[in-house]
């Protein structure tokens, strides 16, 4: 099956300091997500990129769709303590059953005041 | 409004015990979707409901069975449940759109004694 590689693992930052997050695929996706996780809580969406080579900001947050299609990164600027939580990416296939997302394993990032 | 809601927030269910967890979205998503989530781990993909027929089973055992009611609702039915069945529970739904982004309710923390 189809398999993403998210790096880093995890992240400890000073508050302020500017975070980058990427991900990687064998595989093409139609859409790439970017979702952060709190403790407990749901994945809540942050960024969606439907276009290769798309670049999309959201606030302190940029994302850009790779070119191949196979992968993602994510920028977090001026980082806050409330950015604290996991980040997940998922490639997403839409097929006519629904749409199929295949997820990272999360990167855990923890920012110091 | 992007919001998904699920009840109830938190289960506690006894392995003979018969439970049921409830999704909503009133988006007029077309595709309804349970996951399944241990901690520190990305969601696992349970079942998709599309056009309120069951489109994607995962392999779930039959102690866990879906129901969608009408476009709206979404219902897991659990029944003897296993201790390592313990987990964050979470219902998403989409459009079924070109444009497909997922919305994630913020769970049911479920554990079983």
């Known amino acids: 099956g189809q398999q993403l590689n998210q790096s880093p693992q995890s992240m400890f930052i000073q508050e302020g300091e500017d975070v980058s997050m990427n991900c990687t695929s064998s595989?093409?996706?139609?859409?790439w997500l970017w979702y952060k996780q709190d403790p407990g809580e749901g994945p809540v969406l942050l960024i969606a990129l439907y276009k290769a080579g798309e670049l999309t900001s959201n606030g302190r947050l940029t994302a850009q769709f790779g070119i191949t299609r196979k992968d993602s990164f994510l920028n977090i600027s001026a980082s806050i303590p409330s950015d604290v939580g996991i980040y997940f990416c998922?490639?997403?296939?839409?097929?006519?059953?629904?749409?199929?997302?295949?997820f990272g394993e999360g990167t855990q990032l923890t920012v110091n005041p | 409004d992007t919001e998904v809601t699920q009840t109830p927030k938190h289960l506690v269910m006894g392995m003979t015990n018969k439970k049921s967890l409830k999704c909503e979205q009133h988006m007029g998503h077309r595709a309804m979707y349970w996951y399944k989530q241990k901690a520190k781990k990305p969601p696992e993909l349970m079942f998709v409901y599309s056009y309120e027929k069951l489109s994607i089973n995962e392999s779930v055992p039959s102690r866990f069975s879906p129901e969608c009611p009408n476009s709206s609702l979404l219902n897991l039915h659990l029944h003897a449940l296993q201790p390592e069945d313990s987990a964050l529970y979470l219902c998403a739904s989409s459009q079924l759109a070109t444009w497909e982004e997922q919305y994630f309710g913020p769970g049911t923390r479920l554990t079983v004694t």
């Open positions: 998922a490639g997403q296939l839409l097929e006519t059953s629904g749409s199929r997302l295949t």
């Open positions: 595989s093409i996706f139609n859409t």
